[in-house]
């Protein structure tokens, strides 16, 4: 009997042809940034990692320092082919299993590498790119299909706000009309596929862009009245949620209910400029403490409590490099030295400098009490024995 059913599984997976892989499956994760001259090898962000149990990163590229040093890590890694061969790529088939032959292949499976992002946030820039994306998707698929990968790397593509006309309330979000020539028939493969629908969702930017109408502590996820959905009823006391939920909504209405939405980027800035209200070290403390947390619940949301809520933080590191406002240097959970940028509970490589000085004297606090606690713990047990 168990066997039989064992050899009709088998037989499914073998003429279904597609097993359906997924990257992420933490529900916590880390972009792990690099545009910086003085950030830690990737030996050392491989400590950090480890000591703080990150086990899930994205990249923007597929640096062979950084998937060597992960090699044994048992850590997930999803590695993006960049915007710039997106172009080619589209045209090109060979383009892409050339890619992953030189990039991914030498490194596996010793590094595991569960996913590729085709670009990053390629719809709502110029047209060109735009109408490559499907293009490409598909030519990276098919070369994995090839290389007999696709079974263990998952193809997708993360995608800005901007492919939105409305995201509030959450049963308003609706796609823009414009995306559709784009979005349909990525949805359409990604359904055929498997893969889940990547976010970049930032209750920071929303916050930046209109501080006056947002409350801040429902974008931190701090206590507040929340908003009621007046369509669905359904309450939302933090933003994270509602974001992902207008992403459910807006899938819904071009009829896919069932697809994934993962969140492929969020965060907050520890600094910004005079016009980018809410960069602080201690809003950047409250949101990333608080995002840990929810994430950790693995819980779904109020529009679909069924799926899971997943993210990847942005970043791991302030990257120097980075152009644009201040808060673009400024995402990072830990400094370019590797010490923490503010104190969410993680361990920096090197201890902290003189401004979070305060939070890490608490953080000392909370550990000595633990220890006192543990301590009696153990006495107590052996005392019963
Ligand atoms: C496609 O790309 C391959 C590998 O880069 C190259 O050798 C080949 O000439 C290209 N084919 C066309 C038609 O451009
Ligand atoms: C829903 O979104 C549209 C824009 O697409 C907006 O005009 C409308 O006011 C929104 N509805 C509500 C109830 O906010």
Not at 222 to 240: A, S
Not at 266 to 291: H, V
Not at 330 to 358: C, E, H, Q, R, T
Request: charged content about 20%.
């Amino acid at each position: 009997m168990a066997n039989s059913s064992f050899i009709c599984l088998l037989f499914i997976l073998l003429f279904n042809g597609s097993i359906v892989v997924h990257a992420f499956t933490g529900t916590y994760g880390v972009n792990y940034g690099k545009i910086s001259d003085n950030i830690p090898s990737p030996e050392d962000v491989l400590k950090l990692l480890r000591s703080n149990k990150i086990k899930n990163i994205r990249i923007y590229d597929a640096d062979h320092r950084v998937l060597r040093a992960f090699s044994g890590s048992g850590i997930e890694i999803s590695v993006c082919l960049p915007n710039e061969l997106l172009i080619d790529a589209s045209r090109n088939g060979s383009i892409a299993l050339e890619w992953i032959k030189l990039n991914l292949q030498p490194f596996l499976p010793d590094t595991s590498i569960s996913g590729i992002a085709v670009g990053n946030e390629i719809l709502g820039g110029d047209i060109a790119i735009s109408e490559a994306l499907v293009p490409a998707v598909k030519s990276v698929y098919r070369a994995l299909r090839r290389l007999r990968l696709s079974d263990t790397i998952e193809v997708s593509t993360p995608h800005s706000e901007a492919i939105f006309s409305s995201t509030y309330p959450p049963s308003n979000g609706t796609f823009k009309e414009s995306m559709m020539p784009y979005l349909g028939p990525l949805l359409h493969f990604f359904n055929r596929v498997g893969s889940p629908f990547y976010i970049n969702a930032y209750p920071f930017l929303a916050y930046k862009f209109d501080p006056s109408h947002i409350d801040i502590n429902y974008a931190l996820f701090q206590p507040n009245k929340g908003i009621v959905d007046p369509k669905t009823n359904l309450h939302y006391d933090n933003m994270f949620d509602a974001m992902v939920d207008a992403t459910y909504v807006a899938l819904e209405k071009v009829g896919y209910k069932k697809m994934p939405v993962i969140v492929s980027e969020t965060g907050w800035a520890s600094k910004g400029d005079d016009s980018e209200p809410g960069a602080t070290p201690k809003n950047a403390r409250t949101y990333n403490f608080n995002l840990h947390k929810r994430l950790m619940l693995k819980k779904g949301t109020p529009y679909r409590p069924k799926m899971v809520a997943k993210g990847y933080v942005f970043a791991l590191f302030n990257e120097n490099l980075k152009p644009g406002p201040t808060s673009e240097r400024n995402f990072g959970l830990f400094k370019a030295d590797g010490s923490i940028a503010y104190d969410m509970g993680f361990k920096g490589l090197v201890p902290s400098s003189a401004s979070s000085k305060d939070f890490v004297l608490r953080g000392q606090f909370w550990n000595f009490q633990f220890l006192t606690m543990v301590a009696c713990a153990t006495i107590l047990i052996l005392f019963i024995e």
